[in-house]
T-cell receptor
Framework: DADVTQTPRNRITKTGKRIMLECSQTKGHDRMYWYRQDPGLGLRLIYYSFDVKDINKGEISDGYSVSRQAQAKFSLSLESAIPNQTALYFC?????????????FGPGTRLLVL | AQKITQTQPGMFVQEKEAVTLDCTYDTSDPSYGLFWYKQPSSGEMIFLIYQGSYDQQNATEGRYSLNFQKARKSANLVISASQLGDSAMYFCAMREGGGFQKLVFGTGTRLLVSP
């Protein structure tokens, strides 16, 4: 089984709809992240969380909110989806380990907002 | 200014040959980490290799090695004995400083391995 899972894997929605993307991990990591990927722009950080009680905005948090329901679960919500939120969304986890902090990514969710 | 620059939008290599994917970075922080990720057409991001700024030796992981030239601020990925399954997008990323700092990604290089 994958260490980091994301649901749904693909989603089509309409402008103005509320949508939630979910992420679960079995790696036992404390830190979790949400990124979006747009063609030609690489990945950009939306939100990150060090633990259940700690949530922080990334560089492009406007229009998004998150919930850390448990150490293993981190959800991303689009309260009112708009077409420029069409992108590939990744959840990632990490655990600081002696100098290196590698982030491990889920399989991604392809979101299309019409 | 771009923190991570990948100047090769696309690269071609024949199977079994070696290929180098370029990455230059910009930071004034003496402590940083450099990462390479692979993204196949299926979309997932796969961690390949990590190099810390204080590491004395170049990182290696199987067929992947990182040619770390600190003075030139470059962290090129070398893939030896290319395989058809190596065809993918490759992203270089950097984390600055100690503690938590976000990963900054380059725009990627698409590698195509031909038979």
């Amino acid at each position: 089984d994958a260490d980091v899972t994301q649901t749904p894997r693909n989603r089509i929605t309409k402008t103005g709809k509320r949508i939630m993307l979910e992420c679960s991990q079995t790696k036992g990591h404390d830190r979790m992240y949400w990124y979006r990927q747009d063609p030609g722009l690489g990945l950009r950080l939306i939100y990150y969380s060090f633990d259940v009680k700690d949530i922080n905005k990334g560089e492009i948090s406007d229009g998004y909110s998150v919930s850390r329901q448990a150490q293993a679960k981190f959800s991303l919500s689009l309260e009112s989806a708009i077409p420029n939120q069409t992108a590939l969304y990744f959840c990632a986890t990490s655990d600081f380990a002696g100098g290196g902090e590698t982030q491990y990514f889920g399989p991604g969710t392809r979101l299309l907002v019409l | 200014a771009q923190k991570i620059t990948q100047t090769q939008p696309g690269m071609f290599v024949q199977e079994k040959e070696a290929v180098t994917l370029d990455c230059t970075y910009d930071t004034s922080d003496p402590s940083y980490g450099l990462f390479w990720y692979k993204q196949p057409s299926s979309g997932e991001m796969i961690f390949l290799i990590y190099q810390g700024s204080y590491d004395q030796q170049n990182a290696t992981e199987g067929r992947y090695s990182l040619n770390f030239q600190k003075a030139r601020k470059s962290a090129n990925l070398v893939i030896s004995a290319s395989q058809l399954g190596d065809s993918a997008m490759y992203f270089c990323a950097m984390r600055e400083g100690g503690g938590f700092q976000k990963l900054v990604f380059g725009t990627g290089t698409r590698l195509l391995v031909s038979p």
